[in-house]
């Protein structure tokens, strides 16, 4: 008897062995919400932004030569370490530019390439190779770019009341305060000028005291400095010595002595006069207000500052950007005054949000098309199956997105929708076989459902597979898309597999929990009868004529190719634009104006 049961199992195959053991045990049940907990948890978890994360690393490297022709820069310096860079495994390309006593080198790197990794490679091949470096060539600085070092959020301070060099003062407090919130990256200050120390001599009083300009550049040069001349232990402490101090106030310069006369000390105040203001201007920005202005306060080309934040490789876009608006709320009134307005002139993190909620909108909309279908193809009891299947499903995938490092962007979630016409076909399947079985049996019982899904387990699995193996191919794809578009084979294969686990485990247990009486079986036999007829009958009157009547049949295969092939010249014609991505509809467009060169900055302000 043993060996019946034994033999019974085996022959049950891996489908009706997952059934048998899920069917009516409390365990599914209990299964289903800790795989619908775990989805939500992972819905909220995982970072949401526009795009896939891509990692292209690209390093730059800044050398200065000082006093060295751009020729001299290019042949003796920048050359070289461009054939040293070519050798790092994984480079791809490296550009250069040299100018008079400097240049630069960037180092891309291939896709996938990890950016750590990427630096200390650069940093182990120009350290062993020092010794080419000519006398007067300073030690090269490697500066490493990725993409998300591109800001997420843009903040412009504008006022009517404050030039830009008290602007940028505010922009760069600001900017600390604003950097301290968690899983931001690089910020800067764009526009406005900085403030420094003037000194503006006077010509005839230079000639009268004998006191040149290269002799106050000395004077003050030296003097601006701070250097560690040793240490002292004193009551069993030991304390650093420093000698001279940095500027804090115009006083420090003018008190400066540049020279001595007739026994005289003669002091910066004496020939130069000296105050702190912001530099000279050698760019601008203004800041204007639009027709779709939502603020009753207009901006009219008032002076202005940008700041600039990007996010942390694989932190939450949105949730960064959310912070970082909460935050300059907070400071307002404390640390930004009334007087100064703060306009969000770049938000990528509300991009991502309404783009990631627009998908999830189709997601939810997708779903509910489906559950539709089946409700009028099979009826309401397996369209509630149907229902709580899916959301199991594609909660579960984007957890496995999280588990992966992946995000929540418009390619996973394309995937998903993609995937969700996929994904009922397993508990569609099951659910009609077993529908089948009870009706060939006239009677409803657990054995048949469990030797229904065995009946149509193998050939399930099989067809799972296949859609796998056509949608893997798509993730060995080089280049910058194949990481970019790999969530789709990626999240569109564990949603399939998770659908195929679901369909073993929990369609047959939610079936057994909304079981129809046998006569709504019978009718929904019926009713499919009814609609085959009628399909048959139709498929009948119009196919059967293609190969029995010729004029039909050739005239369908005329027009199939003229079809094909009017289709295919809309590649050629460009009647239909060929794009790798579809149109998106920005918030931001750029405007560049290539002036004549020498043109004075007010003419191109004014332009």
Known sequence: MSDNIKNDEVDLGIAGKLTKAFITSPLSIILFFAMLGAGIIGLISTPRQEDPQISVPMIDLFVEYPGASSDEVANIVIKPLERLMSHILGVKHVYSVSDKGQGIITVEFDVGQEMNASIIKVRDKMLANLDFMPPGVRSPLIKPKEIDDVPIINLTLWSKSLDDGQLRSLGLELLQQLEKIKDTNNGFVVGGRKEIFHID???????????????????????????????????????????????????????????????????????????????????????????????????????????????????????????????????????????????????????????????????????????????????????????????????????AAWILGMTIDRVSLFALIFSIGILVDDAIVVTENIYRRWLIDNKITIGTAIDAVREVGNPTILATFTVVAALVPMAAVSGMMGPYMAPIPVLGSVAMMIS????????????????????????????????????????????????????????????????????????????????????????????????????????????
């Not at 709504?520 to 048959?536: F, G, P, T």
């Open 201 to 399: 001599a006077y010509p005839g009083r230079l000639a009268g005291y004998g006191v040149s300009i290269q002799q106050i550049a000395g004077t003050v040069g030296s003097a601006n400095v701070s250097d560690h001349t040793g240490d002292i232990e004193l009551n069993g402490y030991k304390m650093e010595v420093y000698s001279g101090d940095f500027f804090k106030k115009v006083e420090d310069i003018e008190n400066l002595v540049v020279s001595v006369k007739d026994g005289m000390p003669i002091y910066v105040r004496d020939v130069a006069d000296v105050y702190y203001a912001p530099e000279e201007t050698d760019h601008m920005v203004n800041y204007y207000t639009g027709k779709a202005n939502k603020t009753n306060i207009k901006a009219t080309g008032e002076q202005a500052v940008t700041i600039a934040i990007a996010k942390k490789f694989g932190s939450n876009g949105v949730a960064v950007a959310e912070n970082i608006l909460a935050r300059v709320e907070e400071l307002k009134g404390r640390l930004i005054p009334d007087n100064v307005e703060v306009s969000v002139t770049r938000n990528y993190g509300k991009s991502a949000k309404d783009k990631v909620n627009a998908l999830l909108k189709k997601l939810f909309i997708a779903t509910g098309a489906v559950t539709l279908l089946v409700w009028f193809a099979l009826g309401w009891r397996p369209a509630v199956v149907v229902t709580l299947v899916i959301p199991v499903v594609l909660l579960m995938t984007i957890f």
């Open 500 to 607: 195929l686990f679901a369909a073993f485990v929990f369609t047959p247990y939610f079936i057994m929990k909304f079981v129809p009486p046998l006569g709504v079986l019978h009718k929904m036999h019926e009713k499919e009868e009814k609609e085959s007829k009628i399909l048959y009958a139709f498929f009948h009157s119009t196919i059967s004529k293609l190969f029995h009547i010729k004029a039909y049949g050739w005239g369908f295969l005329i027009a199939l190719f003229i079809a094909f092939f009017m289709s295919m010249s809309m590649f050629y014609t460009t009647t239909v634009p060929v794009k790798m991505l579809p149109l998106d509809n920005k918030s931001e467009f750029g405007v560049v104006l290539d002036m004549a060169d020498g043109t004075a900055l007010a003419n191109t302000a004014s332009t």
